[in-house]
């Protein structure tokens, strides 16, 4: 493991408020935040893949951003729902190479609904209501051994989350 690297891996249902976590360690510590939605929106239409292939292709291309981030950064952070099989196997290779640390985002699933309901339609991979309600109801089952839980039930300011961030991660 390259101990000097650090991966913050936002882990959460869509909706629960992993890219504005992501986006105040980016403003407050620093970190570069992945914002996957993003990724995937500009790697679908040069694709030539469908289905899980396009899935994996997305994995992999998180992996080489993180990688190129790493060579400038000593940080990054990513959103994941968690909920696809290939996430554990991203996750492993990630161990082997970088310290990572996981971060629980929680919020109910309706405020979640509600949350992805009221989204600019233009930043997000679109994705059916029935699929959404599969995927977060997957994401809420993900057992791992966090390092931060942070619960989003209520829209958390900017301020808890730098407290709590600081609270675990003293080095920031």
């Known amino acids: 493991m390259i101990s000097n690297k650090t991966v913050f891996i936002l882990i959460g249902p869509k909706g629960s ?7 105040v360690l980016k403003k ?18 040069k694709s030539k893949l469908l289905g899980e292939d396009l899935i994996i292709e997305g994995f992999h ?7 190129e981030i790493f060579q400038t950064e ?8 968690g909920s696809h ?7 492993n290779r990630l161990r082997s190479s970088y310290a990572v640390k996981l971060i629980r985002v929680s919020a109910p699933l309706d405020k979640c609904r509600e ?13 059916s209501s029935e699929l959404i309600q599969s995927i977060n109801e997957r994401a809420l089952m993900v057992r791992l051994p966090w390092d931060l839980e942070l619960d989003n039930s209520v829209d958390m300011s900017e301020g808890t989350i730098v407290a ?5 991660f003293s080095s920031f």
Request: no cysteine; glycine share 6%; proline share 6%.
């Open 28 to 45: 407050y510590f620093g970190i570069p935040f992945l914002n996957v939605d993003q990724l995937g929106l500009e790697n679908i239409p």
């Open 164 to 168: 709590a961030f600081q609270s675990k």
């Open 85 to 91: 099989a290939y996430f554990y196997v991203v996750l």
């Open 17 to 23: 408020g992993k890219s504005h976590v992501g986006t």
């Open 74 to 81: 000593d940080s990054v952070a990513f959103e994941a729902t």
């Open 115 to 127: 949350r992805m309901a009221s989204r600019d339609p233009t930043k997000n991979i679109p994705v």
């Open 61 to 67: 291309l998180e992996e080489k951003k993180i990688a």
